[in-house]
T-cell receptor, first 114, second 111 residues
C-alpha cells in the first residue's frame, strides 16, 4: 500500500517559474527521499533528507521536512523544460531496519512548458 | 545511467507462461531490491536482499513469484504461470546505505 500522498497530482508551469510539490506520509520515518521518473523509464534519485534534518539543498532543488506534520516539500527553482517528469517521495520507515524497503507516494506529474 | 542494469527491457508473454528477469546491481552495493510499478502509480516494494539473504518479502509477492540472489551479486525474479494482472514495470534497485539506485526496469506485458 502507498505510504503517502503527493499534492498536486499534476502541475503545469512555464519555464523559469518555480515548482512546489508536497508529500504527506503516515508513519514515523528514518529518512525521506525524492525521485524523478521520466516517462516509462527508471527512477533517478534526487535528494535524501534524514528525520533529524529540516531543510536540504542540492542545486536548484530545495527539500523541507516537517516530522511533526509528517510532510515534506520539494521546490524546483527556475524550472526548465527538461524538468518535465513525474516526481515521487519515498519513505524509509522508522522501526524497520534502515535501508530496507521504501514506500512511495503516487507522484506528481510536472510539465514545464517552454 | 545509474549503473544498475536490467534484462530484458521489455517482455511480452502469454498468460500461463513463466518469465525470468535479471538485475545486475552496482558492484559494491550489498543490498538489492525489487519493486513493481503499474501505470500512474508509484513503485510498490516486492522484496529485498542483503548480500545473498532475502530479508523481507511483501504480501504482494504471491507463491508464483520467486527471487534469488545466489552469490550476493546479480538477482533474478521469476514469475510462474503469469496472469494479466502481472503486467507492470519491474524495477530493481541497489544500495549500500540510504539512497537506492534504480535500473531502467523491465516492462512485462501479459497477453
Amino acid at each position: 500500500s502507498q505510504q503517502g500522498e503527493e499534492d498536486p497530482q499534476a502541475l503545469s508551469i512555464q519555464e523559469g517559474e518555480n515548482a512546489t510539490m508536497n508529500c504527506s506520509y503516515k508513519t514515523s520515518i528514518n529518512n525521506l527521499q525524492w525521485y524523478r521518473q521520466n516517462s516509462g523509464r527508471g527512477l533517478v534519485h534526487l535528494i535524501l533528507i534524514r528525520s533529524n534534518e529540516r531543510e536540504k539543498h542540492s542545486g536548484r532543488l530545495r527539500v523541507t521536512l516537517d516530522t511533526s506534520k509528517k510532510s515534506s516539500s520539494l521546490l524546483i527553482t527556475a524550472s526548465r523544460a527538461a524538468d518535465t517528469a513525474s516526481y515521487f517521495c519515498a519513505t524509509d520507515a522508522e522501526g524497520e531496519t534502515s535501508g530496507s524497503r521504501l514506500t512511495f507516494g503516487e507522484g506528481t506529474q510536472l510539465t514545464v512548458n517552454p | 545511467d545509474t549503473g544498475v542494469s536490467q534484462d530484458p527491457r521489455h517482455k511480452i508473454t502469454k498468460r500461463g507462461q513463466n518469465v525470468t528477469f535479471r538485475c545486475d546491481p552496482i558492484s559494491e552495493h550489498n543490498r538489492l531490491y525489487w519493486y513493481r510499478q503499474t501505470l500512474g502509480q508509484g513503485p510498490e516494494f516486492l522484496t529485498y536482499f542483503q548480500n545473498e539473504a532475502q530479508l523481507e518479502k511483501s504480501r504482494l509477492l504471491s507463491d508464483r513469484f520467486s527471487a534469488e540472489r545466489p552469490k550476493g551479486s546479480f538477482s533474478t525474479l521469476e514469475i510462474q504461470r503469469t496472469e494479466q494482472g502481472d503486467s507492470a514495470m519491474y524495477l530493481c534497485a541497489s544500495s549500500s546505505y540510504g539512497e537506492q539506485y534504480f535500473g531502467p526496469g523491465t516492462r512485462l506485458t501479459v497477453t
